[in-house]
């Protein structure tokens, strides 16, 4: 999720990068909501307000961050821009980021994206990306000016929440011993098909928070295919509207039906009304299955990575890796 301008403007100055805190938190959400209403105005989209995100969630971003969670200020010692930077094992990616709209054109933006380039090259990753607007022309020529080239959509399909007759097998129900060499497991699955990767952050601030669950295929002890999903809120104040899908690894294509049941009733056990999956558009055998299974396309977004630390999906499996929080 990334805003950006490309008019110039004089340069003023700003102190910068910061580690964020969950004490930046209010001021966070003000700014995203400001810079991110007013690029869908700049887009046509005049009566879109863009609603400031569950502060639970940005305690999570924030967490999963740590000192790659960066922002800006300005004289007055306000918020002006952030890069929240994540690091998955050899996974690096950007999101949010964004520059508020009094701070656009001063080259703001370019000195964000190559704290958080940098931030990433200093930990030695091997994918450095990000996602945005594909409609955004100049949000896409500004990031290919810093490096970036595009790669595939990331559609965002939804299934319905249904009731499945099979027993879900979740993480949060394992014994604490148990849990953990399954936690080990699904790092040994995930490193099997995408070397360097590691989710186990992810999986243990989401456990430790209260955001979802890990829902688990197969053996626990060595799951054939695992799913991080969160259920909370994503917008502050709203019930929750989706069991979201933030990484989903299986070591076979062919079982993505079955997951996706799993998922559909885990949704339905929890009041959830539908499950969102966000699809890259390397796979697709498994998106002609979600279309089969009733999927619906809800949104896409344009994947850009940086020449050089371009990701490339497994020969075999799937893992499907989501660079939003």
């Known amino acids: 999720m990334t805003t950006s301008s490309r008019t110039w403007r004089p340069t003023r100055p700003v102190d910068g990068p910061l580690v964020a805190t ?7 959400n003000e700014v995203f909501s400001e810079a991110f209403s007013d690029r869908y105005r700049r887009d046509g989209m005049v009566g879109v307000r863009v609603p400031p995100l569950n502060p639970a969630i940005w305690r999570y971003a924030i967490e999963d961050a740590g000192d790659g969670a960066m922002l800006w200020r300005d004289e007055r010692k306000r918020i002006v821009a952030f890069n929240i ?24 933006g370019t000195t964000i994206v190559r704290a958080g380039m940098a931030w990433l090259r200093k930990h030695e990753v091997r994918v450095m990306g990000l996602e945005t607007m594909p409609r955004t022309v100049d949000n896409i020529g500004f990031y290919s000016a810093l490096g970036f080239v595009p790669g595939p959509l990331t559609i965002t399909l939804t299934v319905d929440a249904a009731a499945d007759s099979r027993p879900l097998q979740l993480l949060s129900r394992l014994s604490p011993l148990d849990r953990e060499h399954t936690v080990l497991a699904c ?10 990767y590691d989710f186990t952050k992810e999986i243990d601030l989401t456990e430790r928070f209260s955001l979802g669950e890990t829902l688990l295929l197969g053996d626990p002890a060595n799951p054939s295919g695992f799913a991080l999903c969160h259920s909370a809120a994503l917008v502050e104040g709203r019930a929750r509207e989706e069991l979201r899908v933030l990484k989903l690894v299986l ?33 697709g055998e498994a998106y002609r299955m979600l279309i089969a299974l009733g999927a619906r396309v809800r949104w896409t977004d344009l994947r850009m990575s940086v020449h050089g630390w371009d990701e490339r999906p497994p020969a075999q499996g799937l893992v499907l890796s989501n660079w939003e929080i």
């Open 22 to 28: 969950v004490a930046d938190i209010a001021a966070l």
């Open 187 to 196: 790092r040994a699955l995930t490193q099997s098909l995408m070397p360097g």
């Open 251 to 283: 070591a076979d294509r062919a079982d993505m039906a079955t997951m996706v049941r799993a998922l559909s009733d885990l949704a339905k056990r929890g009041g959830t009304p539908r499950v969102a999956i966000r699809m890259q558009g390397y796979y």
């Open 85 to 108: 930077v994540h690091r998955s094992g050899a996974e690096g990616w950007m999101g949010p980021l964004c520059v508020r709209p009094d701070y656009q054109g001063t080259g703001l």
